[in-house]
């Protein structure tokens, strides 16, 4: 049987690492003289450019419903870009996007969305320097897809690597999990999504910034498809540890807790859009939250550390008291998150 693309193939868990591990075997040049990029498969690529790093990353964005409580495809699209800059370090510069829209989308919708992009823009001090605009034949395309690039410097003594994480680090977030992907994937399922519950879809650029400021961040990431159990193994793998998460400490969200339990999803692999992982010397954990928490990251805490692995793993010591490996998602999760 011929072998096709699958919707598992776009969900960010297993199936995706493995496909974009097979393409970019295609391409023998995997990063510019002293910089990082293919091979390293960060959140964003770097460029050497004197005293600094240019931090380039590209995205596009599906999500299904266009737009949902607490965002939509544009600011979700802008806050993508802008993060995967910002969790390397950098700080983000400018944007180049390109719309495909098919034929006979309401115009009104589309300045909409290219409003909500403008807008987070603009608050971020982003340029958007460039882009382009195609249509397709009705039914050739599902409404609306944005890609976007994103440019942003960063010092070389500022920059912050996936690989960074060591035994003994503390691992933080500065929010609550999974709100985006429970959003997403309940609209999907046609739930009436409770008003109480919002995307969280958000630039981390503050929250990098304020644990920029007290030093000793590691590593840091992005927690979005595939979620925390994604992030936390990709982190693991590349830095060669393991971590160790409490169960207790997460902080998720009734009502997340809620539509996982009903669709029968597990919230560690639901999309995060405003969130940042953080593994942090643990001389400094607690100065980091601290400060997190005063500048309005409120649920902002510590959620499990790092420990010796010679295999990586990520591991869950449950709430009563069991461990469990927590498994790099597989299979479809919620398609078209972001
Ligand atoms: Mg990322």
Known sequence: MEKTVTLAHGAGGLETALLVKELVKLFAIKNTPGGTGLRELEDSALIPLGEYYLAVTADSYTVNPIFFPGGDIGKLAAT?????????????????????????????????IMNSMARVLEEEKVALVGGDVKVMPKGALDKIVITTMGLGLVEKNRIVRNSGLKPGDVIIINGTVGDHGAVIMACQAGIEVETSLVSDCAPVTKAMRIALEVGGVHAAKDPTRGGLAMALNDLAKKSGVSILVHEEKLPIREEVIAYCEMLGVDPLTLACEGRVVLGVDREVAAEIVEALREKGYREATVIGEVIEGRVPRVYMRTKIGGTRIVEEPRGEIVPRIC
């Open 80 to 112: 993508g870009t802008i993060n995967d800059l910002a969790v390397m370090g950098a700080e983000p510069l400018a944007m180049l996007d390109t719309v495909v829209v098919e034929e006979g989308f309401p115009l009104e919708d589309l300045s909409k």
